[in-house]
């Protein structure tokens, strides 16, 4: 069982930068991958970025590829996601997810074995 807690969303403008975390706890195995979903009202959950817990290795949407970065800390195995130039579009619940790993290219919402609560991200233009 993986328990996945998120912080750092908020009310920001076009243009900024904000950082979400996601601690990661429970009993699990390395090989596991963990990454960013979001949803806004009435759309289906999206992926929006995927890293691989041993080696690194991540997955961007097209959306938000070359302004999010997705990282992790093994130490204290916490997730990051750095949004920079953020827009409006980007509004939206930020999801931390968890799965054991898979090829990147599944980037399936319905591959996640493991939600965390969410938190909301508002970027006002």
């Known amino acids: 069982q993986v328990q996945l807690v998120e912080s750092g969303g908020g009310l920001v403008q076009a243009g900024d930068s904000l950082r979400l975390s996601c601690a990661v706890s429970g009993r699990f195995f390395t090989n596991i991958q963990t990454g960013w979903f979001r949803q806004s009202p009435g759309k289906e959950r999206e992926f929006v970025a995927l890293i691989t817990w041993t080696t690194g290795d991540t997955a961007y949407s097209d959306t938000i590829k070359g302004r999010f970065t997705i990282s992790r800390n093994n130490a204290d195995d916490t997730m990051y996601l750095q949004m920079n130039g953020l827009k409006s579009e980007d509004t939206a619940v930020y999801y931390c997810?968890?799965?054991?790993?898979?090829?990147?290219?599944?980037?399936?919402?319905?591959?996640?074995?493991?939600w965390g609560q969410g938190t909301q991200v508002t970027v006002s233009s």
């Open positions: 997810a968890a799965r054991r790993s898979l090829p990147l290219y599944n980037q399936d919402a319905r591959s996640v074995d493991w």
